[in-house]
């Protein structure tokens, strides 16, 4: 069995005494392990950096096998390097893109929408906005998209201000009434009003992260999220 693709390098762990077991996250093979032999070298592991673009052949004797990889560097976005905040975002995107996608598994949308996130980032564009649309992402493409064409209460489509966290469909101030307290926050930028303020962005991350907590963390098991996702979100609100 081989293929060859490219992907972002989500994680690395050391394999034997020379060796290490890479995941990445690749267009058409999905998160996806392998080993790389020399990978602990001082020629290979500078490569083996979390968020760097990789040019990846995968070999195995059957398909099932974990295989091992032959990686050439594509891009090292080691701009996030000096950016803390940035840095902080690329730990969390790998850390949920390990923590939620089943192995082997394309998602190329989600794919496409991580590595402009994962360039944005080493470029030190602004990325807020970026990073919170993609988290939406993640959980539409992982069957737990939140509807925000229309209020889910009059069908309304104006002022649409916060999320049913029952439904995951948007609701108006309108629709809300009494129950605006239980509801979750919708800012602008989610409906792609925009690039978001510190505020906004902080209440888009206070929506996708009950999603992400109380809907797909239950379904993929006990685990927790990611801690690189709360120290991300937590440095954002200092930050901010």
Same mark, same amino acid.
């Given at each position: 069995?081989?293929?060859? *693709?490219?992907?972002?390098?989500?994680?690395?762990?050391?394999?034997g005494e020379t060796?290490?077991?890479?995941? $990445?996250?690749?267009?058409a093979?999905?998160?996806?392990?392998?080993? $790389?032999?020399g990978?602990?070298? !001082?020629?290979?592991?500078?490569?083996?950096?979390?968020?760097?673009q990789?040019?990846?052949t995968?070999?195995? !004797?059957?398909?099932?096998h974990?295989?091992?990889?032959?990686?050439?560097?594509?891009?090292?976005?080691?701009?996030?390097?000096?950016?803390r905040?940035?840095?902080?975002?690329?730990?969390?995107?790998?850390?949920?893109?390990h923590f939620a996608?089943p192995?082997?598994?394309?998602?190329?949308?989600l794919?496409?929408?991580?590595?402009?996130?994962?360039?944005?980032?080493?470029?030190?564009?602004d990325w807020?906005?970026?990073y919170?649309?993609?988290e939406?992402?993640l959980?539409e493409?992982?069957?737990?998209?939140?509807d925000?064409?229309?209020?889910?209460?009059?069908?309304?489509?104006?002022d649409l201000?916060?999320?049913?966290p029952?439904?995951?469909?948007?609701v108006?101030?309108?629709?809300?009434?009494?129950?605006?307290?239980?509801l979750?926050?919708?800012?602008?930028?989610?409906?792609?009003?925009?690039?978001?303020?510190?505020?906004?962005?902080?209440?888009?991350?206070t929506?996708?992260?009950?999603?992400?907590?109380?809907?797909?963390?239950? *379904?993929?098991?006990?685990?927790?999220?990611?801690?690189?996702?709360?120290r991300f979100?937590?440095?954002?609100a !200092?930050?901010g």
């Amino acid at each position: 069995m081989e293929w060859r *693709d490219q992907g972002a390098l989500l994680s690395v762990r050391p394999h034997g005494e020379t060796s290490a077991i890479i995941e $990445v996250f690749t267009a058409a093979h999905g998160r996806h392990a392998g080993v $790389v032999r020399g990978g602990v070298s !001082r020629r290979i592991a500078p490569i083996l950096q979390p968020g760097a673009q990789l040019d990846l052949t995968w070999r195995a !004797r059957l398909d099932e096998h974990i295989g091992a990889f032959v990686v050439e560097p594509l891009r090292a976005r080691s701009g996030v390097l000096s950016d803390r905040l940035a840095l902080a975002g690329l730990n969390a995107v790998c850390a949920l893109l390990h923590f939620a996608l089943p192995e082997r598994e394309p998602h190329p949308l989600l794919y496409r929408d991580s590595i402009d996130l994962l360039d944005a980032l080493g470029a030190r564009l602004d990325w807020v906005t970026t990073y919170l649309r993609w988290e939406a992402r993640l959980l539409e493409d992982l069957g737990y998209g939140l509807d925000l064409t229309a209020c889910a209460v009059t069908g309304s489509r104006e002022d649409l201000v916060y999320v049913s966290p029952k439904s995951g469909r948007a609701v108006s101030r309108e629709g809300a009434g009494t129950w605006a307290d239980r509801l979750l926050p919708l800012p602008p930028c989610l409906l792609g009003q925009g690039a978001a303020t510190a505020e906004e962005a902080r209440a888009g991350l206070t929506t996708t992260g009950w999603f992400l907590e109380h809907r797909l963390a239950p *379904d993929l098991g006990t685990r927790p999220l990611p801690e690189a996702r709360r120290r991300f979100v937590e440095l954002l609100a !200092r930050q901010g």
